[in-house]
């Protein structure tokens, strides 16, 4: 059957404003999960800041992408790409319910050099591989080098792929299930929507669906 599309409203990229047209893709991709990504400077200073553009991406060799994107108001850089610049390394931290209000405040704008785990009042735990340091209060912590960044443009809010490579998970054993697996209800996450909303992945919100056969 053929509809007509008169009852859709259109936006093209070219004739929408940024603000706009980015608050219509984030409240439709939904939801997202998020990535807390800790890396540091070449000088070691640390830095915390959370990222919902962010998935898997591949399971031999594992991969994870994530991206700091340009800002959209002024066109700079963020301070955890400039960091995997310099050191192209990460940890990315799982976000559960009971973190959310800290990871929202660690995306402050802060100056560089600013400890966000200290901003925050989360603790800083040494990785076993890498440099940056892990989030002690996320569950999950994957330490992962950086294979490559791939800049999508050069204008305001473009975006920056961050293709890493997972080189060892840390995982919270009271999250796991009777066969070793992350027991959803007990891990708690979180993930963004658009605006300011979030959702939590635990309760009536979780439901199953067996694969076709």
Not at 15 to 23: G, N, Q, V
Not at 67 to 83: E, F, Q
Not at 92 to 115: C, H, L, R, W
């Amino acid at each position: 059957m053929i509809s007509s599309s008169r009852e859709y409203l259109h936006f093209d990229p070219k004739d929408t404003s940024i603000p706009k047209f980015h608050h219509l893709m984030l409240g439709a991709i939904a939801p997202r999960p998020i990535a807390l990504a800790s890396t540091i400077d070449k000088d070691g200073r640390p830095n915390l800041s959370p990222f919902s553009f962010y998935n898997a991406f591949g399971a031999n060799p594992p991969i994870l992408v994530f991206s700091p994107s340009r800002r959209g108001k002024d066109n700079t850089t963020k301070h955890t790409y400039d960091n995997i610049r310099e050191v192209p390394e990460v940890v990315i931290n799982a976000v559960t319910y009971e973190m959310v209000k800290q990871v929202s405040d660690s995306s402050a704008d802060f100056p560089k050099g600013v400890n966000e785990f200290a901003m925050v009042g989360f603790t800083m735990e040494p990785s076993d591989l890498i440099r940056p340091f892990r989030v002690k209060e996320s569950p999950v912590h994957f330490e992962c080098k950086v294979l490559q960044v791939i800049e999508t443009g050069h204008e305001n809010a473009a975006g920056n792929l961050v293709i890493c490579e997972i080189l060892r998970i840390h995982i919270n054993p009271e999250i796991l299930d009777e066969s070793g697996k992350i027991d959803p209800h007990k891990i708690d996450l979180v993930g963004r929507l658009g605006s300011d909303y979030y959702v939590r992945a635990s309760g009536s919100a979780i439901f199953e669906l067996p694969k076709p056969l």
